[in-house]
């Protein structure tokens, strides 16, 4: 396998060099900017073998690096060959992408990327980086990874597309797109193109399964100030009868179907109808990618209005219907993995009295997927679990093998992340057990996580407060211990949706676009958490609603909110250390 790695990277390195490419980036993302993609679009782990969600890649001739951030530092280490350099974003010492790229490029020389994978926003500030020490970025126009794959490129996507009800959704597909309607009057635009899975998939009540885990369609859409709307999907003929009548409101028809690979054309006549008449076309270039940025810029820079999707927050913030649903579906998940906990509970106490097989990692969490699909309204997990025991738990987002995890034990922690899709709401909880006798650091280290858990759980803050805000309270009891996590401490949640959800989250990094402020009605996680490498991993993470909060005083400042917890699953109670809790944290 690593010989076959090192011969892609040396035919990669051969297409670059006859191109005249002297740098070339390759990222995590697909054509819409997606945290996770589909298999035919992972082309960074396809060349470096890194599998995880968030990382970048550049190539020269002589070297190979990749960077990434505090999730996968143990992940990418294990996982990257010799030829490979690992970058670990945000520590001291290491330069940016940019900053490598200004360092090791002269003048003259060239970089390349995809402009399908990479948005506007990213591709206009590294141009203007460049270009100041006079090296050029370059859009290729067939990426080179996909010419080394080749045949072996796993299919596009193709699954079925199902309506999402509106028992489920809560809002029509006319009343969505009314409310885009308005935003653009307000902007004083005359469409805007929406091109984020997620997005496309809430605001046309739309579901699919185009990326594992995550119920999304490839395809954009295009809204006009008319409150209609253009479709591209691929293919075009998966968009059955059922479909198309969904698509239709009492008569009216606000959606035309498009082929995906008529987004180009569509947009370049747009947007030249546009800059004869003196309109505008709203596009987020945080979100937007550079390939489909300069077919409408072509057309004039005047004709493009940059701003923040208007979907994007609508999406977050959930109506009565979703939150209702989001609460029901907890209930039931939550009864689902309370009887798993107690079944390998059950089960690990008979094997140490019998002293037969442990089970692995990766079997245990194939029995956590059979208890949870007996759960009304299940559809599949919402992202791989994360089955981790001992050492494995170290790596925060660790991925069992069936060949070659570990089984879990009596000696170290047992680190379960998992969750669902249900018809009516996405889960996602993590806890962390012992199945034997915990050392009293162990307790300890539990404890401060709790502690941590707790302050966010607890906390009340006024509405609109920014995520990196919300971060520092979670944190503080553990920066008292002298303890810390190199991940954020909560992401907002889909709607029956993908898993990972902004614009809103909480955390210490900079987030593209700036920071969405909490407001009542969003989702999020709260997941603190510690990692000892080579020992042991402690996560404990519940699902939460923003709601308001009741105050004594109200002066000055906007309505206040807090966080109602809705995840149902018990916290092993023997992995705490009473003695450091509060009476505060004892009675929640």
Known sequence: LVNLMNKNLSDLRALLSAARVDAFIIGSGDAHQSEYVAACEKRRAFISGFTGSAGTAIVTADSALLWTDGRYFNQAAQELSSEWILMKSGQSGVPSINDWLVLNLVEGQIV???????????????????????????AIDENP????????????????IRPHDIQFAGESIVEKLSRVQKVLQSKRCDAIVVS????????????????????????????????????????????????????QSNGIKPVTVHSYGDIEAFLASLA????????????????????????????????VCDIQSPVNTMKSIKNETELRGFKECHIRDGAALTAFFSWLEGLMSSLKLSGGEMPTEYEVACKLNTFRSKVNN???????????????????????????????????????????????GTTDVTRTLHFGQP??????????????????????????????????????????????????????VGSFLNVHEGPQGIGFRKRVGGEAGYVCGMTTSNEPGYYEDGAFGIR???LCITVPASTSISYGAPRYCKFETVTMCPIQQKLINASLLTKNEVAW
């Open 112 to 138: 390349g990327l995809d402009a399908y994978l990479v948005s506007a926003s990213y591709a206009k500030d590294l141009e203007a980086v460049l270009s100041k020490r006079g090296i050029s970025l370059v």
């Open 145 to 160: 990874i996909d010419m080394v794959w080749g045949a072996s490129r796993p299919d596009a996507p193709s699954a079925a």
């Open 196 to 247: 984020m899975l997620d997005e496309v998939a809430w605001l046309l009540n739309i579901r699919g399964a185009d990326v594992d885990y995550n119920p999304v369609v490839t395809s954009y859409v295009v809204v006009l100030d008319s409150g209609a709307a253009h479709w591209f999907v691929s293919p075009r003929d998966r968009v059955s009868v059922e479909v198309e009548s969904h698509l």
């Open 272 to 303: 030249a109808s546009f800059s004869e008449n003196g309109r505008r076309i709203a596009l987020d270039c945080n979100q937007l990618n550079w390939r489909l940025y300069r077919c409408v810029e072509a057309a004039g820079t005047e004709i």
């Open 378 to 424: 299940y559809v599949s997990p919402s992202f791989d679990t994360i089955s981790s025991y001992g050492a494995n738990g170290a790596v925060i987002h660790y991925k069992p093998k069936r060949e070659t995890c570990s089984a879990l034990g009596f000696d170290s922690l047992y680190l379960c992340d998992s969750g669902a899709q249900y018809f009516d």
């Open 439 to 492: 050392t009293q650091w162990m307790k300890d280290c539990f404890t401060y996580v709790l502690k941590s858990h707790i302050a966010l759980a607890d906390a009340v803050f006024p509405e609109g407060i920014a995520g990196s805000r919300l971060d520092t309270i979670a944190r503080a009891p553990m920066w008292r211990a002298g303890m810390d996590y190199n991940h954020g401490t909560g992401h907002g």
């Open 540 to 542: 404990i993470e519940n």
